[in-house]
């Protein structure tokens, strides 16, 4: 594993080892034993879009593994001027251990780590969400005490969270349903993708619009915003089109009786999810969040450890 882009790239193996150590950090942090294993070591953070918790994760991560997380905003480096992505690879690589990177186009991510020789990570882009689904997988395996057999919802629109959700699955052998109005279908690519892991794993895939066919018997419900990162613009649109995707009370009770509610966050309450939901008893949506840090530590270790 040079990078970490797309969880369709890894295998099984690969994703239980991270998540075996995301919760060996977990555990280990909360009983004050520190690890320095990224001493003298420096991860560049590209951000081209805003975040509240894979900023904070990535930076708080890194810190507590000894090294530096250096924040560059893609409107302070020359990249957001025009310089190529190759020649910013080309530099970075001379001075970094490590590129995180958030931004809109997948190919300028595969541009990237085709070029630098340092390993980069996928934090966002318009196509995939790895690092949020790992979280997810564990805070998952963290509730139901494994992953395979599991039934894992995800209602709203067919975007980057949609994509990785069905990565995951497919790779873990977790039953997985995406329900989507038709016109906001996950990406055809990413299904066929997606379609070789859940042959490989057993696990069924269903793509539905029909979100009571996809609540039914599941063990996990997953919404995400309807307005991603630079779609604002057909915002009007898009809460008409998705208002009867909405999880509220009703709905999440068609889902198995202790079934969990999980949401990357930022969550619009009102809209993909009702306050009840969110803040109910069966929401885990700041374990998941917290997870981000440990699982996030387990990939940059993994990567970027001696
Ligand atoms: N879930 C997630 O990636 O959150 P941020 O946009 O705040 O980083
Ligand atoms: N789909 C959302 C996820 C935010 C973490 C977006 O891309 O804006």
């Known amino acids: 594993m040079k990078d970490f882009i797309s969880l369709h790239d890894l295998t099984k193996e690969e994703i239980e080892g991270l998540l075996e150590l995301a919760l060996k950090f977990k555990k280990e942090n909360k009983e004050g034993i520190s690890h320095h294993i990224l001493k003298g070591k420096t991860l560049g953070m590209i951000f081209s879009k805003s975040s509240t918790r894979t900023r904070v994760s990535f930076e708080v991560g890194m810190t507590q593994l ?43 991510v595969l541009e990237l780590a085709q070029y630098a020789d340092i390993p980069v990570i996928n934090a966002l882009t318009d196509l995939l969400h790895p690092c949020q689904v790992l979280a997810d997988l564990q805070t998952a395996y963290e509730y139901k005490g494994k992953l395979e057999g599991l039934k894992f919802t995800y209602v709203g629109d067919g975007n980057n969270m949609a994509h990785s ?88 009770k068609e ?25 109910g008893k069966n929401s885990v949506i700041f374990d998941e969040a917290e997870n981000r840090l440990h699982a996030q530590k387990a990939v940059m270790a993994t990567l970027m450890a001696d």
């Open 255 to 279: 889902a198995k009786d202790d079934a969990i509610f999980m949401h990357c966050l930022p969550a619009y309450r009102g809209y993909e999810v009702t306050a009840e939901v969110i803040d």
């Open 165 to 252: 959700i069905m990565y995951g699955c497919g790779k873990m052998g977790i039953n997985c349903a995406i329900a989507t109005p038709y016109d906001y279908k996950p990406n055809d690519e990413v299904v066929e993708n997606a379609k070789e892991d859940f042959k490989k794993s057993g696990a069924d895939l269903l793509l539905t619009q029909d979100v009571h066919e996809a609540m039914k018997d599941a063990d996990i419900v997953y919404t995400d915003t309807w307005v991603s990162m630079g779609q604002e613009a057909e915002k009007a649109e898009r809460l008409k089109v998705f208002m009867p995707y909405q999880i509220d009370e009703k709905l999440f």
């Open 66 to 108: 000894g090294g530096y997380p250096l924040f560059l905003s893609s409107n302070d480096i020359q990249l957001g001027r025009g310089e190529t992505i190759y020649d910013t690879a080309k530099v970075l690589e001379r001075f970094l251990d490590g590129i995180m990177i958030r931004t809109f186009a997948h190919s300028d």
